[in-house]
């Protein structure tokens, strides 16, 4: 079923996907890497039934096609693989979620600009909450590659600053790969074990995830099953792939269908059937860190968790709708990769953000989104009526997902007793009954 699904939903993606709905302006998949010059892109999509649809499409490289097998940079997906790693070691008791890293973190001592001890806590590094210092790990040619040590002093060859504490901890949200590269230094110093065998142990081997490492040798040692990158306009990068030291925040190299075993396993620790994850660890994974943010502990939060990735010569984004039981992930080997992955992701969303209802789930009567504003719902055999104020009353389209206004960007759902939710370009408001 999958299958014939997405065969469907490829051969129209929109190409103006704020609205939330298919609009008129749709593309083929092909099309699209065609316009936007990326060569290669592999998706996979399954659910906790252990259904998968996995399928490659375009060039890898060298006139090589992409397979369900070809592996790519996962990017900034790394995070969120570390981030379960990093967990179950907290799980294990090996780290203290909330506790001061400086315990563990031996080889190095994070301090702030005027380099005094700075203390920071797991979950900080984990929510991108610490405070460290704003950078992004773009790699490196394989002979010019710093180590980890160098990358957190900022010395030797390395393109980036040091690591230092620059604002207060625990204050806000600022996403920088330096979280997670002070949080690989915590994990090897914690279990004397390297980052690499870390992660395959706690997260690889038990997930299953056999096309995936870490290590950064591992694109050397099978040229032929990974993709080579590329910049803007297809141009190919030199030497077909950069290398990253900062292997927590930006070194894992996956596949699709290895990253939605991770986001479905996700799932199911949330949902306390998971034997590798406890259901709370899993439960702050996908819940916001700052009040009112979209980031858990390595996890983007809403009706989909997950991450994305974007680094030198590869995009990709791996999600799971866990009120579907439906995880989705795809990776292309372009840095102009967006486009194509933001109209499969609104694809995606369309099938799985919204669970279906049916006319009879309407409920007639009078709903207010602020106390000037109340809008009117009428069920009658011929269907359901909107009135909004100042507006004639129309007839809403009954759709697979809900209800739409015929002559608006506006989808209607009714998610419970005495509730409507209106949808206008992407962004959701709730109107209440009242007594």
Known sequence: MIAQEWARE???????????????????????????????????VGDLSGEV??????????????????GFAACSISKHVTAFGALR???????????????????WRLRDRAGHPANVTVRQLLAHTAGLSDTWYRGYPADQTPTLLQVLDGSGPVTTPPVRATML???????????????????VDATGTSFEELMRTLVLEPLAM????????????????????????????????????EKAAAGLWSTPADLIRLDLEIARAVAGEST?????LADQMRTPAIPGGGYGLGTETGERWGHTGQNVGYTCFSY????????????????????????????????????????GTAAAGRYFLRDDYPVDITVTDDGVTFAAPGQRPVVLTSTPDGYHH??????????????????????VQTAASRP
């Not at 590798?276 to 709370?280: A, I, K, P, S, V």
Request: charged share 20%; glycine share 14%.
């Open 10 to 44: 490829l051969e129209r993606l929109d190409r103006n996907v704020s609205s939330g709905r298919l609009s008129p302006d749709t593309a083929t998949l092909t099309e699209l890497m065609g316009v936007y010059a990326v060569p290669g892109v592999s998706f996979a």
């Open 53 to 70: 649809w996995a399928a490659g499409f375009g060039t890898a490289g060298t006139g090589r096609p992409v397979t369900a097998e070809t």
């Open 89 to 107: 070691l907290v799980q294990q008791g090996v780290l203290e979620l909330d506790g001061d890293i400086g315990g563990h973190l031996t080889s």
């Open 169 to 187: 901890p625990g204050s806000r949200f600022r996403y920088s790969g330096s979280h997670y590269t002070v949080l690989e230094q915590l994990m």
């Open 210 to 245: 056999s096309g995936s490492s870490f290590d950064q040798g591992f694109p050397h040692r099978r040229p032929d099953l990974v993709a080579h990158g590329h910049h803007g306009g297809g141009v190919p990068v030199p030497g077909g792939r950069r290398t990253q030291p």
């Open 276 to 280: 590798l994850l406890d259901r709370e």
């Open 320 to 359: 799971v709708w866990p009120d579907r039981g439906i995880a989705v992930a795809v990776m292309t080997n372009s840095e102009d990769g967006w486009e194509v992955l933001a109209a499969v992701r609104a694809a995606a969303d369309r099938l799985y953000a919204v669970t279906p209802v049916d006319r």
């Open 406 to 427: 015929p002559g608006l960007d506006l989808a209607i759902r009714f998610p419970g007793p005495g509730v409507v939710e209106l949808r206008q370009e992407g962004t």
